[in-house]
């Protein structure tokens, strides 16, 4: 996949153009972000390989090879997001993206920022709507419409297959719509200071977001126990910890992949086998 990816930003030399997107290669943008856009996943950067894919196009359009390269450079980035919902950062990238090739003051930062920071608010959103609503309640449907005991139809698995896509493509489409005219117009809307405040503001929200995942969904404990004799009640090691920082190793487990990946420039594939590994054999001697 990597040499397709690479294929795509080497191909054409074409010289950079100074029209705007027309709706032809909108509905192209967005098609291709829809039906590629998990084309190549991986631990390294998840699906930051899918979005300079599916970006191709548009730096194709208004760069040369350099240009395509360091647009899909800009988008290798780490994100890991629900795809329907995210079309909100699609159609802001895309707009965006047009809007630094038209030479207006889009910084490589303020793309990037504005993408590591909306993944996870719309993950959130987008699992709890699509993954754990919209398909639950279609495939009940469906399967309230298939039958029963020796009476099946094949009426419920048509509707599935032919309802889903025609949902949750109409919802992406009013998001791609509305947010690209959004990442279109933040340009000429925010600009100086207001752009800087708008960074970091963004900046924040997705830390906020990011420590209150870490916190619901990191858990790390220890059964460790000690006794001051035989006969006495066992100390649990956990309790102790709760009762002076609860969540405490919760917390240093967050800090201390943070520092590896930030600090000691490890990638996400070593840290995760190296979890992986530290969990079994601590899990093997009784620690965790």
């Keep these: 996949?990597?040499?397709?990816?690479?294929?795509?930003?080497?191909?054409?030399?074409?010289?950079?153009?100074?029209?705007?997107?027309?709706?032809?290669?909108?509905?192209?943008l967005f098609w291709r972000y829809q039906l590629r856009y998990l084309t190549c996943c991986n631990l390294e950067n998840w699906h930051g390989n899918c979005y300079a894919y599916d970006m191709a196009p548009l730096y194709k359009k208004y760069y040369d090879k350099d240009g395509q390269r360091e647009g899909m450079l800009r988008m290798f980035d780490f994100i890991n997001t629900e795809q329907t919902t995210a079309s909100v950062l699609w159609g802001i990238l895309v707009g965006m993206e047009e809007q630094k090739a038209l030479g207006k003051p889009v910084s490589d930062e303020m793309?990037?920022?504005?993408?590591?920071?909306?993944?996870?608010?719309?993950?959130?959103?987008?699992?709890?709507?699509?993954?754990?609503?919209?398909?639950?309640?279609l495939t009940t449907i469906a399967i309230s419409l298939t039958g029963a005991g020796d009476v099946l139809s094949p009426l419920g698995v048509a509707l599935f297959i032919i309802a889903t896509p025609i949902l949750l493509w109409a919802y992406a489409r009013v998001l791609f719509n509305n947010c690209y005219t959004l990442g279109k117009d933040a340009v000429s809307t925010l600009m100086g200071t207001a752009m800087d405040r708008i960074k970091t503001a963004v900046q924040l929200f997705g830390i906020i977001v990011i420590g209150a995942l870490s916190a619901s969904y990191v858990k790390l404990s220890t059964p460790l126990s000690f006794a001051a004799s035989a006969d006495a009640t066992p100390v649990?090691?956990?309790?102790?910890?709760?009762?002076?920082?609860?969540?405490?190793?919760?917390?240093?487990?967050?800090?201390?992949?943070?520092?590896?990946?930030?600090?000691?420039?490890?990638?996400?594939?070593?840290?995760?086998?190296?979890?992986?590994?530290?969990?079994?054999?601590?899990?093997?001697?009784?620690?965790?």
Excluded at 2 to 16: F, Y
Excluded at 114 to 134: C, E, H, N, W
Excluded at 236 to 246: A, K, S
């Design 1 to 28: 996949m990597s040499d397709i990816i690479k294929n795509e930003a080497e191909q054409s030399s074409e010289p950079i153009c100074s029209e705007p997107l027309t709706k032809e290669e909108l509905d192209r």
């Design 111 to 137: 793309i990037r920022t504005v993408k590591s920071s909306l993944m996870g608010p719309l993950a959130g959103v987008g699992d709890s709507l699509v993954q754990a609503t919209i398909l639950p309640l």
């Design 236 to 288: 649990v090691l956990q309790d102790v910890i709760n009762g002076i920082f609860p969540n405490l190793l919760s917390l240093l487990l967050v800090i201390g992949c943070w520092y590896l990946l930030s600090k000691k420039g490890m990638s996400v594939t070593k840290v995760i086998f190296g979890l992986m590994g530290i969990v079994v054999v601590l899990g093997l001697v009784g620690i965790l």
